[in-house]
T-cell receptor, first 114, second 114 residues
Framework: NAGVTQTPKFQVLKTGQSMTLQCAQD?????MSWYRQDPGMGLRLIHY???????DQGEVPNGYNVSRSTTEDFPLRLLSAAPSQTSVYFC?????????????FGPGTRLTVT | KQEVTQIPAALSVPEGENLVLNCSFT??????LQWFRQDPGKGLTSLLL?????REQTSGRLNASLDKSSGRSTLYIAASQPGDSATYLC?????????????FGKGTSLLVTP
């Protein structure tokens, strides 16, 4: 049981480039989400999904795109990278039903946009 | 909008001391509250989750309490060790949060000196 995995661990992009951050979980969790963490800002929600085929926007969705074709995977796409997207990105998952809703986080992807 | 505040922002204590980290939230309509630990350059590790109907949770030297009506939670660390040095994050899941999103505080950076 690997939990929540993210790739790559580090990435450097030039302004205007696009890329996909990968996130996978093997816990059969319905709920998955993406956060970004910036100094002095805390973690902010970008996009989330409550199941395959269902996605919605969080607090800071601009410049990002997501899709959820399977329960296991929830990739985050940067359409045209900007320096303001330099951040650490975390993927999280949890069950969508039940009493706990405890969320599990991946190790993060550290992205620098130059 | 739910605001989560953690005090103090940073704390330095000598090894062996007992310490308390504080978390407050503005909207008491929460489903649960989760405490995380984050080591430098690493992801988030869940420490304790308290359901809104619970008053406290314990795991080893850690004890988390919740006073939902006053919008407060504390994380008590007994007999602190240098290995406890990390940033501790508090996050709440509101009853009205779409998609099970968490609202995070900015964290308390803890340094335990030998």
């Amino acid at each position: 049981n690997a939990g929540v995995t993210q790739t790559p661990k580090f990435q450097v992009l030039k302004t205007g480039q696009s890329m996909t951050l990968q996130c996978a979980q093997d816990m059969n969790h319905e709920y998955m989400s993406w956060y970004r963490q910036d100094p002095g800002m805390g973690l902010r929600l970008i996009h989330y999904s409550v199941g395959a085929g269902i996605t919605d926007q969080g607090e800071v969705p601009n410049g990002y795109n997501v899709s959820r074709s399977t329960t296991e995977d929830f990739p985050l796409r940067l359409l045209s990278a900007a320096p303001s997207q330099t951040s650490v990105y975390f993927c999280a998952s949890s069950y969508a039903q039940g009493a706990s809703y405890e969320q599990y986080f991946g190790p993060g992807t550290r992205l620098t946009v130059t | 909008k739910q605001e989560v505040t953690q005090i103090p922002a940073a704390l330095s204590v000598p090894e062996g001391e007992n310490l308390v980290l504080n978390c407050s939230f503005t909207d008491s309509a929460i489903y649960n509250l989760q405490w995380f630990r984050q080591d430098p350059g690493k992801g988030l590790t869940s420490l304790l989750l308290i359901q809104s109907s619970q008053r406290e949770q314990t795991s080893g030297r850690l004890n988390a309490s919740l006073d939902k009506s006053s919008g407060r939670s504390t994380l008590y660390i007994a007999a602190s060790q240098p290995g406890d040095s990390a940033t501790y994050l508090c996050a709440v899941k509101g009853e009205s949060n779409s998609g099970y999103a968490l609202n995070f505080g900015k964290g308390t950076s803890l340094l335990v000196t030998p």
